[in-house]
C-alpha cells in the first residue's frame, strides 16, 4: 500500500539569550566582535552582515550568554525590504533586545522608532520586548555625549520598555564592560528570564 505522504516546510531560528539589533552601519558587528571571539565581516558600507552572527560572551566569573548579531533593519523590513524578512524570525526567541543607535544620525528618536514600528508590525510581542538601548560611537565626539543626547534620553525616559541606557565605543572600547555587566543582570531579571 501506498505509505503516507507529507510537505514539511522547517524553518530556522537561532537560539541566543540576546539580540544586537539596528539601523545598518550601527556597529552591531564591531560590538559582537569586541564582547566575543565571533569574528563576523565589518565594513564601512550598509549590509555588510548577511547573516546572523552568534558569540558566547563571558567576562571573568560572569554566567556566560549567547548574543546574535542581526543583519541591520530598515524601514518595511517586516515586508522583506532590505535583508529584514529573512532575519527578523531569528530574534523571536531571544529574551533582549541590545539596541544600538549611531550617535552620527541626524534624528536618533526616528532611528529608535523605526526599528520598533518594524518590530512591532512584524510581531506585537516582539514590540514589548524588553531592551537596553545603546548609544554607540561616542568616540567621535571624544566622549562628551550628553549634550547630543539630552532629547533622545528624554524621550527613551517616556518607554517602558527600555530598561537601561548605555554609551559605548566599540572601536575604543568605551563603556563596553559596563555594556556586558548590565546585560549579565538583566538577564537575570524574572520578567526577562522567564521568556521562552
Not at 2 to 24: F, M, Q, R, T, V
Not at 27 to 33: I, V
Not at 87 to 98: G, N, P, V
Amino acid at each position: 500500500l501506498p505509505g503516507e505522504h507529507k510537505n514539511i516546510i522547517l524553518e530556522l531560528k537561532l537560539l541566543a539569550d540576546a539580540a544586537i539589533i539596528g539601523l545598518p552601519n550601527a556597529g552591531k558587528s564591531t560590538l559582537l566582535s569586541v564582547i566575543s571571539a565571533a569574528k563576523p565581516k565589518i565594513a564601512d558600507y550598509p549590509f555588510t552582515t548577511l547573516e546572523p552572527n552568534l558569540g558566547v560572551v563571558k567576562i571573568g566569573d560572569m554566567t556566560p550568554f549567547v548574543i546574535a548579531d542581526i543583519p541591520g533593519l530598515i524601514e518595511n523590513a517586516h515586508q522583506g525590504s532590505g535583508l529584514g524578512l529573512k532575519f527578523l524570525r531569528h530574534i523571536e526567541r531571544t529574551k533582549l533586545f541590545i539596541h544600538l543607535i549611531d550617535i552620527n544620525s541626524d534624528n536618533m528618536i526616528k532611528d529608535f522608532d523605526t526599528i520598533n514600528a518594524e518590530l512591532i508590525k512584524y510581531d506585537e510581542k516582539l514590540g514589548a520586548r524588553k531592551q537596553i538601548v545603546v548609544v554607540n560611537k561616542i568616540d567621535v565626539v571624544n566622549n562628551e555625549y550628553h549634550e547630543f543626547c539630552e532629547e533622545f534620553v528624554k524621550y527613551l525616559d517616556k518607554n517602558k520598555n527600555v530598561l537601561k541606557i548605555c554609551y559605548i565605543s566599540g572601536v575604543t572600547g568605551f563603556g563596553v564592560n559596563e555594556l556586558v555587566y548590565s546585560i549579565s543582570e538583566l538577564l537575570k531579571l524574572p520578567e526577562i528570564a522567564e521568556l521562552n
